[in-house]
C-alpha cells in the first residue's frame, strides 16, 4: 500500500577501530532514542490509517449470553466492529506452548480484561467510545482463584474438555502442568540433621510495567496479505501464530520489528497482533493499535504469583541434609509459558547449593485469575526468595554468618544437580559472596551528613517528610541465585544470521541481518562489535529485525547473545573463510602465507597472525559481496522425566549475588533501600557498559518486588484492582539506591566467548537480600513479597 | 477546533482538534513529533514530559487547547534550545525561543546517516549517550527533558537534587544509576567549559 509512513530504519555506524568485542562500545540507536527521532511501535504511522480498539470483559468468568454490536457499528466515524463470529478461519486460538487462548472470547470469558470485541475507527476516541456502545450480556460462573478452588470436589473447569494431560502427570484439568524432582532419599536424610527449619512463603504477581506499551500498526498488502510493524520479543514465535488465524500462508504476512520499549517477557506472548491484521484485512485500510497503560495491565500476562512450603535440614557443623518443597504458581486463566516456568521453578527450586537428597514438587494452575507467563528470572525467581530466607534461618538456629553458612554449601563447578546434571562450567558461588561482603558498607544515618539538621530527603518516607530519623533502624542482608541460560528441557533452540559483506563508497562494510528483538538489552550494539572483531571492518550496519530472515528465537531467557551472538559469531566466520578464498584466489601467487599462515581480517585488511599485511579488504572483495545466512545451536538438552524430574535439561547457568543495606522507620512501617551491592559471573563481557546496565535494571525490578510492586487481584471477584502506574508502583529514582557491580569473567568454554547470559540473574538475589535486610533491621518473620508498612508496624 | 502554538521555535496551527485531545496527541500525531512518549498518559510516568513557556509539564495532562497562543519545547528541539541557551545565557523565564523571523526561516536538518551520527546534540543529550544512560530509551526524552531543566536551574546539582528533579520520570531499564551518571558527567562537563572559557 503507497503513502507516507514511518517505519523503522537500518542503524549504521562506524569510524571506531576499537569498537570490538570487550569494548564499551555505544549504541548504534542512542542519537536516534536521544532525539526523539527512534520510531518505537507506538509512533508507527501511515497516513491513512485507522485506530482499533479492544473491548475487554468487566467479568473473570462469565458466560457470554450475547453480544450486540448494531449501535457500534452504526457511529460515525467506525469502519469495523468485530467479534469471536467474524474470525475468518477454523483457527481461534493462539499460545506459545497450548493453544487455548482465543482471539476473542467465544461462550464465555475466563479473566478480567479479556479480549471480547474489536473496532476500528477514524480517531481513537471514536473508537473508544464506540467499544462502550457494545451490549454483551454475561452469566456468572463460579470462580477458580487458587489451588483449593481449583482442586476441589466438583471444581468448574476453567477449560472444558482438557485433553492435554501428556504434558505432564497432572492429577486435575485445573493443573497446567507438574514436574516432581526426586533424587536421593531426603526423609532418610533428614535423620542426619541437626535443625531443621520449615517456612511458607508467598511471592505477588509482578508486572512486567515496560514502559512502551504494547502498540502497532497492520497494513494490508495488494497481494491479499498484511505488513505488520509491531514490538515482540520472537517476531518468528508470533508469525507462527497468527499467519493460522488469518487463514494466511506465513510469507504473506510480513512482520518487521519496530522500537520496543521494554519487554521483560511481557512480549512473549501476542497482544494486539492478531487484532490490527483482522481490523486491517477486513477494512483493506492501515490500522494502528496503541494500548494505554490501564489496558497494558490486561494486555500481558504477569509473572506467576506463588506459594512456597521449603524445610531443609542441616547438620550442626552447617552442611545441609536435604530440601523438601513444594511450589504453587498461579498461571491463571490460560497456560501460556506456565509449563516451562515449573520446570524451571522446580530444577533451580534447590538454589546454588548441595543438596543430595531432595524431594521437589512444583505445579502451575489454571485459575481465572489474569493469565501469568515469562518475566525476567521466569520460575527461579519465586524459588530464590524462598530458599535464601531458608538459609538465613538455617543460619541463625545454627549460630552461623549467613554468608559463611552459604558458602559452606556453596555448589561449584562439578557439583551434581538436583536434576542429575554436572555442572560443567564455573560456578563461583561462594567467590560471588566474598566479593560481595568485602564491599565496603555505606555509611550510616546520611540524612545527618550535612550536618544542618536532618536531610529528609535521605529518610524513609523522603520528601513527605514524615519524621527525622527517631524510628529508623538499619540492616544488612545477603542472597544468591541460580538462573539457567536458553531455552531447556529438549527445546531446538537456535538462532538466525545474515551477514554481507561488500565495498561501499570504497569501504569495507558489513551488514548483519536477523530477527533479533532488540528490546533495549543492547543486542545490535554487540552484533556490530562482534562483526568488526570479526571481520576486520569499522563501518557496520544492523539492518533492520523482520521476517525475512530465518527465526533468531527469543529476545529471552538470557539467550539472546549467546544465541544470535553466536550466530552472528558463526556466520562472520564463514563469510570471513569466502573472503579468504577470494583472497587466496585473486592474490595467492603473490605471496606464501596465503596458503600457509593463519589469517585474519583486521583492520581493513588481511593479516597474518604474525600482522604480517597480505590485502586490503578493499581490493579482495572489489565488485563481489559475500551473503551468507546461517543457523546456530546450542549444545542439546533433554526433557525431565516427569516422575523423577531426573535429565540434563539445561545448557548453561547463571549467578549473581546481592548485599542489601536498608533502614527502616519502624514506627511508619516505611523502607528505605540505603545500597544494593550485586556481584555476578558473566563468563566474558563482551560490552561492560551494557552489562553493567543489565544488572543494575535487573536488580532494580527485584528491589520492585521486594517492597513494592504487586499486582492486587480481589480474591472474591478476582478483578485487577490497581491497572495503573498510580496504584501498580514501580521503583523511581528516590526509591532506588546506589548499585555497586563487581563483574567477574570466568569462561565458559561452550559458550560463545566464554559469556554467560546475564539479563536474568540479578533479578532473582535481589528481592531475597531485600527482605533478609529488612528481617535484619527489625527482627521480624517476613515470608511474603512485597513488604507493606502493615507488615512492619503489625497494624 | 483550531490551535496556535509554538513547537520548538516554529509556529504551528493544528485543525480539528476534538476538544479531549492532550497535547501529547497533537504533538504526536497531528505534528508529527513522536519524541514525546506515550507510556502512561496519566501524568504518573514523566516520558512525555515538556516544557510549556519554559515549565516541564506532562503534556498528557495538558489539554490541546490550552497551549493557544504560548511555547512549546519537545525533545526534538532540545539541541537547539539548549545551543541557545548557551549563546544568550540563561533561560529560566522560558524567552529564548526562536524569534518568529527565525522560525520562518526554519529548515530541518537530515542526519548525514541513517543513525543521526553527526547530529548536533545538547549536553545532557551526549550524556546521555556516553553514560550509557540510554537502553530501551522509551523513558529518555522525558527524562532528557526533566534533566536539562534541572541543568539550567542548578549547574552543580547534588545528587540528592538530581533523584528530586527526575523523580517523576520512571524508568524499568536502567536501575537509574547510568543515568545519575549522565546528569553528573553533563554537569561537570558544563563546568570544564566555563572553566575553560575563563582561563
Redesign the interface.
Known amino acids: 500500500m503507497a503513502g507516507a509512513t514511518r517505519t523503522p530504519t537500518n542503524l549504521t555506524q562506524g569510524g571506531k577501530t576499537d569498537a570490538g568485542i570487550g569494548a564499551s562500545t555505544l549504541r548504534p540507536d542512542g542519537t536516534l532514542k536521544v532525539t526523539g527521532e527512534f520510531a518505537y511501535s507506538s509512533d508507527m504511522w501511515h497516513e491513512d490509517m485507522l485506530w482499533g480498539f479492544t473491548l475487554r470483559s468487566t467479568e473473570a468468568h462469565a458466560e457470554i449470553v450475547s453480544i450486540d454490536t448494531s449501535e457500534a457499528l452504526a457511529t460515525s466515524g467506525v469502519y469495523a466492529v468485530l467479534t469471536y463470529d467474524d474470525l475468518p478461519t477454523d483457527v481461534k486460538n493462539y499460545g506459545l506452548e497450548i493453544q487455548d487462548t482465543p482471539v476473542l472470547a467465544h461462550g464465555k470469558v475466563r479473566h478480567h480484561g479479556e479480549p471480547v470485541a474489536l473496532v476500528a475507527a477514524d480517531h481513537p476516541e471514536t473508537a473508544r467510545r464506540a467499544a462502550a456502545k457494545i451490549r454483551i450480556e454475561y452469566r456468572q460462573l463460579p470462580l477458580v482463584t487458587d489451588e483449593a478452588s481449583a482442586t476441589a470436589e466438583g471444581a468448574p473447569l476453567v477449560h472444558e474438555g482438557r485433553d492435554d494431560h501428556h504434558i505432564g502427570h497432572v492429577p486435575h484439568p485445573n493443573i497446567v502442568h507438574r514436574q516432581p524432582i526426586i533424587r536421593g532419599n531426603a526423609a532418610e536424610a533428614a535423620k542426619k540433621a541437626d535443625v531443621i527449619v520449615s517456612g511458607e512463603y508467598v511471592f505477588g504477581m509482578q508486572d512486567q510495567a515496560f514502559l512502551g506499551p504494547e502498540s502497532g500498526l497492520a497494513v494490508p498488502g495488494e497481494d491479499g496479505g498484511v505488513d505488520l510493524y509491531v514490538a515482540t520479543q520472537w517476531l518468528h514465535s508470533d508469525l507462527r501464530q497468527i499467519a493460522p488465524v488469518l487463514g494466511l500462508p506465513e510469507e504473506k504476512v510480513r512482520m518487521t520489528l519496530s522500537g520496543v520499549g521494554g519487554a521483560f517477557g511481557g512480549r512473549e506472548d501476542l497482544s494486539m497482533q492478531i487484532h490490527a491484521c483482522l481490523l486491517a484485512l477486513r477494512t483493506g485500510k492501515p490500522v494502528k493499535i496503541v494500548y494505554n497503560r490501564f489496558e497494558s495491565f490486561f494486555g500481558h500476562v504477569h509473572r506467576h504469583p506463588a506459594k512456597l512450603w521449603y524445610e531443609h535440614g542441616a547438620t550442626k557443623d552447617g552442611k545441609l541434609t536435604h530440601l523438601k518443597c513444594r511450589i504453587v504458581l498461579d498461571g491463571g486463566a490460560y497456560a501460556s509459558a506456565s509449563p516451562a516456568v515449573v520446570g524451571n521453578a522446580s530444577s533451580l527450586a534447590v538454589g546454588p547449593y548441595v543438596v543430595d537428597d531432595v524431594e521437589i514438587e512444583a505445579i502451575a494452575l489454571y485459575s481465572n485469575n489474569p493469565p501469568c507467563g515469562a518475566m525476567r528470572g521466569f520460575g527461579a525467581v519465586q524459588a530464590c526468595f524462598a530458599y535464601e530466607a531458608q538459609m538465613d534461618k538455617l543460619a541463625k538456629k545454627l549460630g552461623m554468618d549467613p554468608v559463611e553458612f552459604r558458602q559452606l554449601n556453596a555448589m561449584e563447578q562439578g557439583t551434581i544437580m538436583p536434576t542429575g546434571q554436572p555442572v560443567d562450567s564455573p560456578a563461583p558461588v561462594a567467590e560471588l559472596l566474598r566479593r560481595i561482603k568485602a564491599m565496603p558498607l555505606p555509611p550510616e544515618q546520611q540524612w545527618l551528613a550535612a550536618g544542618e539538621g536532618a536531610d529528609v530527603r535521605a529518610l524513609p518516607g523522603g520528601l513527605s517528610n514524615t519524621t527525622h530519623g527517631e524510628g529508623v533502624v538499619r540492616g544488612v542482608g545477603y542472597a544468591v541465585g541460580i538462573k539457567n541460560v536458553g531455552f531447556s528441557e529438549g527445546f531446538d533452540d537456535y538462532s538466525t544470521a545474515r551477514v554481507r559483506m561488500e565495498v561501499l563508497a570504497g569501504v569495507p562494510v558489513a551488514t548483519v541481518h536477523t530477527a533479533m528483538a532488540e528490546v533495549g538489552q543492547g543486542g545490535v550494539t554487540v552484533h556490530a562489535q562482534i562483526a568488526r572483531t570479526e571481520l576486520g571492518v569499522e563501518q557496520v550496519t544492523i539492518h533492520p529485525a523482520d521476517t525475512q530472515v530465518g527465526s533468531a528465537g527469543s529476545t529471552s531467557a538470557s539467550r539472546q547473545t549467546y544465541m544470535t551472538g553466536g550466530a552472528v559469531k558463526n556466520t562472520c566466520e564463514a563469510v570471513r573463510e569466502k573472503v579468504l578464498q577470494l583472497g587466496r584466489a585473486k592474490f595467492g601467487t603473490y605471496h606464501p602465507a596465503w596458503a600457509t599462515a593463519e589469517l585474519l581480517l583486521e583492520g581493513g585488511k588481511v593479516v597474518t597472525d604474525g600482522g604480517e599485511v597480505l590485502a586490503d579488504l578493499v581490493d579482495v572483495l572489489e565488485g563481489e559481496a559475500i551473503d551468507l545466512e546461517l543457523e546456530f545451536r546450542h549444545r542439546p538438552t533433554e526433557a525431565f522425566d516427569l516422575v523423577t524430574g531426573q535429565g540434563n535439561g539445561h545448557v548453561q547457568y547463571s549467578f549473581a549475588a546481592h548485599r542489601a543495606v536498608v533502614e527502616v522507620d519502624t514506627e511508619l512501617g516505611l523502607v528505605k533501600v540505603i545500597e544494593l551491592a550485586v556481584a555476578q559471573d558473566v563468563g566474558k563481557a563482551l560490552n561492560p557498559l551494557s552489562v553493567v546496565g543489565q544488572i543494575q535494571g535487573g536488580t532494580t525490578q527485584g528491589l520492585g518486588v521486594a517492597v513494592m510492586e504487586e499486582i492486587i487481584v480481589d480474591p472474591k471477584t478476582a478483578k485487577v484492582r490497581n491497572p495503573s502506574f498510580t496504584d501498580y508502583l514501580i521503583p523511581t529514582i528516590l526509591d532506588t539506591p546506589s548499585i555497586p557491580v563487581d563483574v567477574l569473567e570466568l569462561a565458559d568454554e561452550h559458550a560463545p566467548y566464554g559469556l554467560r547470559g546475564i539479563g536474568e540473574a540479578p533479578t532473582l538475589s535481589s528481592t531475597p537480600a531485600v527482605l533478609a535486610a529488612i528481617r535484619n533491621a527489625t527482627g521480624l518473620e517476613l515470608n511474603k513479597t512485597p513488604v507493606r508498612p502493615e507488615h512492619l508496624t503489625g497494624t | 477546533m483550531r490551535v496556535n502554538f509554538t513547537v520548538n521555535g516554529r509556529k504551528q496551527e493544528a485543525d480539528d482538534v ?1 476538544e ?2 492532550s497535547l501529547l496527541y497533537v504533538l ?2 497531528r505534528m ?11 501524568g ?2 514523566g ?1 512525555c514530559t515538556v516544557r510549556l513557556d519554559g515549565v516541564p509539564v506532562c503534556s498528557c495532562l495538558v489539554a490541546a487547547g490550552q497551549v493557544e497562543g504560548r511555547e512549546v519545547v ?3 528541539g ?2 537547539d534550545y539548549a545551543k541557545q541557551r548557551a549563546e544568550h545565557g540563561g533561560c529560566a523565564s522560558g524567552a529564548c525561543g526562536t524569534s518568529l523571523d527565525a522560525a520562518q526561516r526554519w529548515q530541518s536538518k537530515p ?1 548525514d ?5 553527526n ?1 548536533e ?1 545538547s549536553p545532557i ?2 550524556a ?3 553514560a ?1 544512560a ?8 522525558g527524562l ?1 527533558v526533566a534533566a536539562d531543566e534541572l541543568l539550567e536551574r542548578n549547574d552543580s546539582p547534588s545528587d ?1 537534587d ?3 528533579a ?15 551518571d549522565a546528569v553528573r558527567l553533563a554537569a561537570a562537563r558544563g563546568e570544564n567549559r566555563t572553566a575553560g572559557q575563563g582561563a
Open positions: 476534538w479531549g485531545e504526536r500525531e508529527g513529533l513522536p519524541g514525546s512518549k506515550n507510556a502512561c498518559e496519566q504518573e510516568c516520558s519537545t525533545v526534538e532540545l539541541a542526519a546517516s541513517q543513525t543521526g551520527e547530529t546534540l543529550q551526549q546521555f549517550i556516553d550509557g540510554v537502553q530501551c530509551g522509551f523513558c529518555t526524552p532528557l540528592a538530581i533523584r528530586e527526575l523523580s517523576g520520570n520512571l524508568c524499568r531499564c536502567t536501575g537509574y544509576e547510568k543515568i545519575l
